[in-house]
């Protein structure tokens, strides 16, 4: 009886741990990021949006469309503003990891910032890979393609 009991204990722990599988950490130089918003850093409202997003938020004069990509790799990251043909870049660093989500540290002319890469759950089961940047008073926030 004992033995019946470790062995079905043994695979409750692997079925566990085989389903936990899927969600994955999310790193900062695996994905592009395409803007969403960009959001006050004191007030949190809505400053810019995305194209996509445009037409939800073009009654508010005050919330411009933008067009921003992140490109990451090598321990570097640029942000390319594709609106005003911009570029602003600097240097990351992992400060901490989890199964949920990796923070890091920036660093660039203009300043210091955070950000952080997780996984987005929407209500219907999809999964998309976010970034959000929190720097100089603006929380940029990017995803990616969705996961399978």
């Not at 594709?82 to 203009?110: A, C, H, P, Q, R």
Request: net charge negative.
């Amino acid at each position: 009886m004992k033995k019946f009991l470790l062995a079905g204990f043994m695979v409750f722990l692997l079925v566990g741990s085989t389903g936990c599988s899927k969600e994955e950490t999310v790193k900062i130089d695996e994905h592009d990021w395409n803007m969403t918003f960009v959001l006050s850093s004191e007030d949190g409202r809505v400053l810019g949006c995305a194209p996509e997003h445009y037409e939800a938020h073009k009654e508010d004069e005050n919330i411009k469309e933008m067009n921003l990509d992140c490109v990451v790799s090598d321990g570097k990251y640029t942000i390319t503003d594709v609106t005003n043909n911009t570029e602003y870049s600097g240097t990351y660093k992992v400060m901490e990891e989890n199964k949920d989500s990796v923070i890091y540290s920036l660093t660039s002319e203009e300043g210091t910032g955070i950000a952080v890469t997780s996984i987005t759950k929407g209500d219907d089961g999809s999964r998309t890979p976010t970034l959000i940047i929190s720097m100089d008073g603006y929380d940029l926030n990017f995803q990616s393609e969705e996961l399978e």
